[in-house]
């Protein structure tokens, strides 16, 4: 009866300290910022459905990659980091470029009115 009780004490802490974590990193720029953050969905989420359910308004929608960016709360990046449809979260920094890229455009989403 005795040996028991250390086991189940295990067996239940083991989790608690075992578990992943599961949150997406944030990946950070060295330099400066414009400020808001470039979220990439898994392949097969639907960005307008992600968008409509988690009440997250984006200021580009992208059209290379399945995703978004915006200017988000603390708490709102949170939510997007514990969330398993969301790939990637990076930092979007301010670069001077010489070429444009091909292929590479964003769409700016109209705000309602």
């Not at 005795?2 to 067996?11: E, F, K, N, S």
């Not at 200021?59 to 603390?74: E, L, M, P, S």
């Not at 449809?85 to 301010?94: F, Q, Y």
């Amino acid at each position: 009866m005795y040996l028991y009780t250390p086991v189940i004490a295990v067996a239940f802490l083991l989790p608690v300290f075992a578990a992943p974590s599961s949150l997406v990193p944030v990946e950070k720029v060295d330099g400066e910022t414009s400020g808001r953050h470039i979220v990439r969905l898994r392949s097969g989420i639907d960005r307008s459905s992600f968008v409509l359910a988690t009440n997250i308004v984006p200021t580009h929608n992208w059209t290379v990659i399945n995703g978004f960016a915006g200017k988000f709360t603390k708490d709102q990046i949170n939510m997007l980091r514990e969330n398993s449809d969301v790939e990637s979260i990076a930092e979007d920094g301010v670069a001077q470029a010489s070429q444009v890229a091909n292929g590479i455009r964003s769409e700016p989403v109209s705000s309602p009115a």
